[in-house]
């Protein structure tokens, strides 16, 4: 089993997370966390606790991604993996960072070279995330529970070809009625205060009950 964990931080965007390998094949190579499944538990728990021993992370949101299983993709032999992808929240991040640089953040536009198929299973799983930033709403699943408004910007620009608009961008969000805007605020290097957001999910499961289309536009 695999797991493609991502976080966010604004000044990074986007980041997965990867493992130096300790032993062959691809000793000292970067790798997805990973392990084998044992005999007498499920898959859910099964990825979890290899993400856990490896990482020392838990994630909050997790799903099945793909399995992949071309015959050679191990050099030891026929292995099958079953990939999952998983979000981690931006507090919970720091535990994985390791003094020893076995393990280490990576933006996903700047992934190094990486052992066996892992590049492959990576890119599936920022298409499966692009498609389900907004549509599923996984973009506040990445973010801290009250975020600026521009955080939610640099993340959903962390998938795009090219930056939204910014003016469109937020009156269409905005528009949805999903974000409750907070006392809480910090002021910018002009003076003008930026505005605390969090997300009100009753209101989104309500809007998304009558059918409401939360559609943005891509790039």
């Keep these: ?3 493609v964990v991502f976080s966010f931080r604004q000044a990074e965007g986007i980041r997965v997370l990867l493992c130096k390998r300790r032993s062959e094949p691809f000793k000292h190579r970067w790798a997805l966390p990973g392990g084998s499944l044992q005999y007498d538990e499920s898959l859910e728990r099964g990825v979890q606790r290899i ?3 490896r990482t020392m992370i838990k994630a909050t949101y997790m799903e099945q991604l793909h399995t992949f299983g071309k015959p050679d993709r191990d050099p030891r032999g026929r292995i099958i993996s079953i990939a999952y992808m998983a979000i981690a929240k931006p507090e919970r991040i720091n535990l994985a960072e390791d003094e020893s640089g076995e393990i280490y953040w990576y933006n996903i536009r700047r ?3 990486l052992a066996f198929d892992h590049r492959r299973i990576i890119q599936a799983a920022i298409v499966k995330l692009k498609n389900k ?3 599923d709403l996984l973009c506040f699943e990445m973010l801290e529970a009250k975020f600026l408004f521009s955080d939610l910007e640099i993340l959903f620009n962390s998938l795009q070809d090219k ?3 910014r003016r469109n961008f937020r009156k269409k969000v905005l528009s949805f009625g999903i974000l409750e ?3 809480d605020q910090i002021v910018g290097r002009r003076g003008r205060p930026a505005i605390y957001y969090r997300f009100n ?3 989104y499961f309500e809007l998304r009950d009558r059918g409401y289309n939360f ?3 891509q790039g």
Excluded: A, F, G
């Design 181 to 183: 805007e907070l006392q």
């Design 111 to 113: 992934i190094p070279d």
């Design 1 to 3: 089993m695999d797991v």
């Design 201 to 203: 999910r009753t209101k």
């Design 51 to 53: 993400l856990e021993s």
């Design 215 to 217: 559609y943005l536009p």
């Design 163 to 165: 930056p939204v608009e």
């Design 133 to 135: 930033i907004w549509n």
